[in-house]
């Protein structure tokens, strides 16, 4: 009988350790960006690369928002494909890490009938690909109009690269 308590035990154990090491904590996720040092709660994330023969570009957007204003943080990096995009990236430019495009970098915010964008005046992106379509954004962002963005994305995201030779 106290064999069979042990053994049920260890079953039971067992089964808990698999329940909670299911597939779905192989997916990394992870959101403590803040705008302006309150939370941005990211409600879509995608990676748009594209090119034409050798010259092209990634869009990353981050967008968070609701029915009445939509707030998107834009981030243009030079590399676009999938093996390629993940890379440190700055503005203005440091020796040794790829340019942040200070102009295509973005922050716009709608609100009712309008909106506001600015450029980025300053910082830096770091991208890390943690598989299939996951993918990691650690920001250090300084905007044209003094909004910051600080901290870390990670989650899946919509992602396509068209790359045309």
């Known amino acids: 009988m106290k064999n069979l308590f042990k053994n049920c035990a260890f079953i039971l154990l067992f089964t808990t350790v698999l329940v909670s090491c299911s597939s779905s904590d192989d997916t990394f996720n992870e959101n403590n ?10 409600a879509s994330a995608s990676i748009v690369g594209i090119s034409l023969g050798e010259d092209g570009h990634s869009g990353i957007t ?40 200070d102009f295509l970098t973005r922050y716009t915010y709608f609100e009712n009938n309008s909106s506001v964008s600015t450029g980025l005046k300053s910082g830096t992106v770091t991208v890390k690909h943690n598989g299939d379509n996951n993918y990691s954004v650690t920001m250090d962002l300084l905007m044209n109009d003094d909004s910051t963005f600080k901290g870390t994305y990670t989650n899946d995201f919509q992602v396509i690269f068209s790359n045309n030779q």
């Open 62 to 101: 981050l967008v968070s928002g609701n029915s009445a204003q939509v707030k998107t943080l834009t981030i243009d990096v030079p590399t676009f494909t999938k093996e390629t995009i993940a890379n440190t990236y700055s503005f203005p430019e440091e020796e040794g890490v790829l340019a942040l495009d």
């Open 33 to 42: 960006i803040k705008l302006n040092g309150e939370s941005f709660t990211v």
